[in-house]
């Protein structure tokens, strides 16, 4: 079968936006084979994150492991677009572009003249992508931290007895990319049968609320506040409990259904305790809750991690190891999720799906800051208005 040319190959796509959220758009689109100018700002010598290093992390100034979670694929140039010329090339290339990706605070890009009205007189096809902190009433910035407080993440984390928590990933700034992502495809979507650009709004408060699932719905429909229960489930037991093995390592449950609670019990060596009518429904669990883990602490300390886990995966009971990242990255499957480069540390796909037809692209490394100044300005040129 003929492998399909990248499905953006034609596509362009000015990153007007820094830190995650946007930049992680914009990888996206670079992954799937887009054209994608990463616009910095000459006067801060980049987007932030270049800076963002751990302590001791070596390497050069340019391309720090935080700014490689999000900026494979991309041309990067510097411009302070204070200054008309600089502004006149930005215009120059959203007038060119079929997607802006921008993360200003509302206002500030009506300031600097790069705001979706004043881009889509230049260019009437634009889809305009803007990250915002609360939408376009509330002036403030948005940080992953502060959304993950207010929005209910960090009170419902924890362990019982401990502070609420803050999620070790910028959850939040991930959610709302993959919302604006959403939205840009479904705005290039309405664009084929319209012909017509437009502005496309996510705030990471929004993407956190709707992130709330079924701990939203625990509220909205049956008046429950959902409290810091560890990795413990409120409507599932046991889903999420994690056990230590007698090898002392740590393997977690997530049992759906009473058929599966059976088939642990056997692997367990206890097929009597499924038949307990305090244990045998989820709705019987759920109340006795701390007998149930009692039960199965106990149990599952005298088994080796790896040989129960094989056996529970014999028999499909849902139950998995507990990884460190570096464990996580020593399976052949997360393996397939990497990007390479000769010489050079991996990063990270944004793109997880697999399509019928195509390959997954190669893409060049992280960009130095103002790499592509000279190749993308001379493409302005050589193209003109």
């Not at 499905?7 to 054209?35: C, H, I, M, N, Y």
């Not at 008046?223 to 393997?251: A, F, K």
Request: proline residues 5%.
């Amino acid at each position: 079968m003929k492998m399909a040319e990248p499905v953006f190959k034609d596509l362009l796509v000015l990153e007007l936006a820094s830190v995650l959220a946007g930049p992680s758009v914009g990888q996206f689109f670079a992954e799937l084979g887009a054209t994608v100018v990463k616009l910095e700002n000459a006067g801060t010598g980049g987007d932030v994150t270049r800076t963002w290093k751990l302590a001791g992390e070596q390497g050069g100034q340019d391309a720090s492991a935080y700014f490689s979670a999000a900026n494979w694929g991309k041309l990067s140039i510097g411009l302070d677009i204070t200054q008309p010329q600089a502004l006149e090339a930005v215009h120059k290339l959203a007038a060119k572009a079929d997607v802006v990706i921008a993360s200003y605070k509302p206002g500030d890009a009506e300031k600097l003249l790069v705001d979706y009205h004043t881009l889509a007189q230049l260019n009437p096809n634009l889809i305009y992508g803007h990250i915002t902190g609360y939408g376009l009433e509330d002036q403030r910035a948005g940080y992953d931290a502060v959304i993950q407080a207010e929005s209910g993440f960090m009170y419902m984390n924890g362990s019982p007895d401990g502070p609420p928590t803050k999620l070790p990933v910028a959850l939040m700034d991930i959610l709302a990319a993959h919302q604006l992502k959403e939205g840009i495809l479904t705005a290039l979507l309405q664009r084929e049968r319209t012909g017509k650009g437009c502005y496309v709004q996510v705030s990471l408060f929004d993407a956190a609320v709707s992130a709330l699932a079924n701990q939203g719905t625990n509220y909205l429909v049956a008046g429950h506040s959902p409290q810091r229960m560890g990795s413990e489930h409120p409507n599932i037991v046991p889903y999420g409990s994690v056990y230590t093995c007698r090898d002392g390592l740590h393997l977690v449950l997530a049992i759906g259904d009473d058929r599966q609670f059976r088939r642990l019990c056997q692997v367990l060596g206890d097929a009597a305790l499924a038949d307990n009518p305090d244990f045998a429904t989820n709705g019987a669990r759920v109340r006795n809750r701390s007998a149930v883990n009692q039960q199965l602490k106990q149990l599952i300390s005298q088994h080796e991690r790896d040989g129960l886990l094989g056996e529970l995966h014999r028999l499909h009971v849902p139950a998995g190891a507990v990884n460190s990242v570096p464990e996580v990255f020593e399976q052949l499957q997360a393996r397939r999720m990497l990007l390479t480069q000769p010489n050079g540390p991996s990063g990270i796909r944004q793109v997880a799906f697999v399509m019928e037809g195509t390959t997954a692209e190669t893409v060049t490394p992280p960009p130095a800051f103002a790499q592509h100044q000279d190749q993308v300005m001379g493409m302005l040129e050589k193209h003109g208005h």
